[in-house]
């Protein structure tokens, strides 16, 4: 299992692939509103759900031991990406209730 700084560091790495190829990345009625870049704003990492939505994510969500799970999942069942953004093994709906779950503070019984 990775911890938290290797993950963090991990994602990094990724996220500096995708700007050094400035890559674009074609998606239609994501309804996030956000430009199709991969690139994110500082602070944020992009990932896109199983349903192909894109959603940006602050980096400090990687310390939550959810975030790091679906990860996991993603690599299980996608690989590393190397050419491509990070894919989550699960839907729009579900990832925009874990974020919303994480912006109000979940407790730490929950986040178990």
């Known amino acids: 299992m990775i911890n938290s700084k290797g993950l963090v560091g ?4 990724w ?9 674009r990345i074609s998606l239609t009625g994501n309804g996030d509103g956000q430009n199709s870049s991969s690139v994110s ?4 990492f992009v990932v896109y759900t199983a349903d192909k939505t894109r959603l940006t994510v602050p980096l400090e969500y990687l ?7 679906l ?15 990070i894919t989550l093994p699960c839907n729009r ?3 925009n209730y874990v974020l ?6 979940m407790s730490k019984d929950l986040e178990k």
């Open 93 to 95: 709906n579900f990832l």
């Open 41 to 44: 704003n500082k602070g944020h």
């Open 100 to 105: 919303s779950l994480f912006r109000g503070g």
């Open 63 to 69: 310390n939550k031991s959810v975030f790091r799970e």
């Open 71 to 85: 990860l996991r999942m993603s690599e299980e069942e996608f690989g590393i990406p190397t050419n491509g953004p």
């Open 15 to 23: 996220q500096k692939k995708a700007a050094m190829k400035h890559q």
């Open 10 to 13: 991990l994602a990094s790495k």
